[in-house]
């Protein structure tokens, strides 16, 4: 079988990686860079741009692929899945109508409340500045100012957190009004990715991400600073009820996009808030998220080239999909500066990591060294029968780098772990 992974970062890293574990199945990549781990694991590699359509299809028919498999959601939003669909080659990522989940924050939360879909916050789409800034004067408590389209995560501002009234009205100026309002959530945030084959949903273990730049939840927000899982898949500031709630919310989606006649495929990521009234929905993403995709993927312990198979055939069963009762902790080095003024160019030695498994990210060989770029640079994930043995396993790898990176090392800690049941004991 052979099998396209578009993408080059640690999360397309960890899908190859994956997908490799079957010794029968040919991997080929397209990336705008060469990342080093992919390079090692694909036959072929297509250097171009993850949009450019065109080249990823010719690319594509040229080798014969079986399947493709796209990481990112810059793709997905160009119609990489329609285009290597009309060719004959089944995708993994939901065509662009379906990828508008993402793409598009007024059409999730058109198509949630349409659909009578439980967790959605309350909110209101804008595309009028005065009606947008009138809102904003006039509503009691916090807002959430969202741009319409994609942002890299970055888009987001939340009063009462990072702009008071006046800047969040200067935030939506900034967007000329077209910009989704909504309720401020309180809670604690958790992902729940799951394999969609257009009408069944088989979700994965629990993770949480940390998207600020530094220890203690302080800084900018960034792509995602790294992450953990526990060994029972669930988190323990989720109860089983939350849990139920959040699969419910995601299976409703699935169903509703189907009857609305564009079926979801692929990889559906829900980023929950666990709030006092349950899990509410943050934002659904079209793909696996970064770094919360190396934390199942390393635990998974069913072959995912069959998965691949079976969504595409829309045969997906959870007896296809297994993962190890092991704890995981994801740490993402960066470059010194980063997100906001990130320094590019900076060898980077990599040290002892044999406890943990290593994924490169926006980094590039150069004269026979490793030279980081503007992005995340690359990840260890560490895996333990305890939350601790994993933390370590990534702590003790990711110290060991050299170079002008840095990690949080809080990610994975007890001392953090007990900060989120604390706040969500307090909140309940
Ligand atoms: P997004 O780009 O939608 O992932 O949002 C980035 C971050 O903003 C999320 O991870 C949350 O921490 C925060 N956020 C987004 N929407 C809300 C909301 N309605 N209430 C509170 N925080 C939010
Ligand atoms: N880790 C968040 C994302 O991939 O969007």
């Known amino acids: 079988m052979k099998i396209l992974v578009v993408g080059g970062g640690g999360r397309e890293h960890a899908i190859a990686s994956a997908l490799s574990r079957n010794t029968q199945t040919a991997i080929l990549s397209v990336m705008a860079k060469r990342n080093p781990g992919i390079d090692g694991i694909a036959g072929k590699v297509l250097l171009a741009k993850e949009t450019d359509v065109p080249r990823i299809v010719s690319f594509a028919r040229e080798n014969d692929v079986d399947y493709a498999f796209i990481g990112p959601e810059a793709p997905l939003e160009a119609g990489i899945v329609d285009a290597l669909g009309a060719a004959g080659i089944p995708t993994i990522g939901p065509a662009k109508t379906a990828a508008r989940i993402e793409t598009d ?12 879909i439980e967790g959605c916050p309350k909110y209101r789409v ?9 809102f904003i004067e006039d509503y009691e408590g916090d807002l959430v100012v969202k741009p319409i389209g994609l942002t890299g995560g970055k888009g987001v501002r939340i009063m009462g957190e990072q702009v008071d009234r006046a800047g969040a009205i200067d935030y939506v100026r900034t967007l000329h009004g077209e910009a989704v309002l909504e309720e401020r959530l309180i809670g604690e945030e958790f992902t729940l990715q799951a394999f969609v084959d257009g009408t069944h949903l088989v979700p994965m273990p629990l993770v949480q991400d940390h998207k600020r730049a530094f220890d203690g939840d302080i800084g900018p927000n960034t792509g995602g600073m790294g992450s953990y899982s526990m060994p029972d898949h669930m988190l323990p500031f989720v109860t089983k009820a939350d849990y139920k709630k959040a699969i419910e919310i995601m299976k409703s989606v699935v169903a509703a ?9 692929g990889i559906l990521y829900g980023q929950f808030m666990n709030t006092t009234e349950g899990p509410k929905v943050i934002e659904f993403n079209a793909r696996f998220g970064d770094p919360e995709a190396m934390n199942v993927l390393s635990l998974l312990t069913s072959d995912l080239s069959e998965i691949v198979h079976h969504i595409a055939e829309g045969s997906l069963l959870p007896s296809h999909v297994s993962f190890d009762a092991q704890a995981t902790v994801c740490k993402y080095l960066v470059p010194d500066g980063y997100p906001d003024s990130p320094h590019a160019g900076d060898p980077v030695l990599i040290g002892s990591h044999d406890d943990a498994l290593l994924y490169y990210a926006n980094i590039e060989r150069s004269n026979g060294g490793l030279v980081t770029q503007t992005s995340r640079t690359l990840a260890f994930v560490g895996l333990g029968e305890t939350l601790e043995q994993a933390e370590q396993a990534a702590e003790s790898a990711a110290s060991a780098v050299k170079g002008k990176v840095r990690h949080r090392r809080d990610i ?4 953090l772990l007990n900060r989120r049941i604390a706040h969500m004991k307090e909140l309940r």
């Open 257 to 265: 996009m189907e009857r609305t006649g564009q079926p979801y495929k």
């Open 412 to 415: 994975g800690t007890q001392e």
């Open 105 to 116: 924050k007024a059409f999730c939360r058109d198509m949630m409340e349409r659909n009578a």
């Open 126 to 134: 804008f595309h009028s500045l005065p009606e947008a800034e009138e």
